[in-house]
């Protein structure tokens, strides 16, 4: 779950909606300052630049899981 913090304070969340058919679908919505569910999850805020790097950071390190895995797999 990623909540991202977007200019001007709005928060990307996730959210997920059933349709009439019974389907569900995952997605997002914005929530502005002030609404009533902002301060809920202002705490699993982070920034867009925050997000690439821990990005980057686990397929640096699902890259090196990856390596072991394969050497002992071939041993």
Known sequence: MNV???P???LR???A???PDGTKVDGTR???PG???YEQWLPFARGEDDLWRLEAVEAARDAEILSR???RKSA
């Open 13 to 15: 969340v996730p959210w």
């Open 35 to 37: 609404e009533c569910d």
């Open 69 to 71: 895995w394969r050497a």
């Open 4 to 6: 991202i913090m977007l």
């Open 30 to 32: 914005d929530v502005r």
């Open 17 to 19: 909606v059933t349709l």
């Open 8 to 10: 001007g304070g709005v």
